[in-house]
């Protein structure tokens, strides 16, 4: 499965912004679908996940401010992120379970700055 992600850039704090993540390939029916986010100098981190069937789990950091969604038909995880600080600047990584597969997208770099 390969998978693609986009949306990432500058915003300001307060501001919102929406990362896409595209998977294509040999998607498995039931799978797990999630963004990720890696700081300088910090391990990289579970932000949100989402099932096949729209069960989410949230990293306590972001609950309240991000969501994560999903259109099975075009195959695509979305992040809605609002209330964003600086400390939520990382690239950020979709990530695929499903099939006994695992695949990483690419990364997209959010920068939270005034």
């Known amino acids: 499965v390969q998978l693609q992600a986009s949306g990432g850039g500058l915003v300001q704090p307060g501001g919102s912004l929406r990362l896409s993540c595209a998977a294509s390939?040999?998607?498995?029916?039931?799978?797990?679908m999630g963004w990720y986010r890696q700081a300088p100098e910090k391990q990289r981190e579970m932000v949100a996940t989402?099932?096949?069937?729209?069960?989410?789990t949230y990293a306590l950091s972001v609950k309240g401010r991000f969501t994560i969604s999903r259109d099975n038909a075009k195959n695509t995880v979305y992040l809605q992120m609002s209330s964003l600080t600086p400390d939520d600047t990382a690239v950020y990584y979709c990530k695929y379970d499903g099939g006994r597969m695992t695949s990483w997208g690419q990364g997209t770099l959010v920068t939270v700055s005034s």
């Open positions: 989402i099932t096949s069937s729209d069960i989410t």
């Open positions: 390939g040999n998607i498995f029916r039931l799978n797990i």
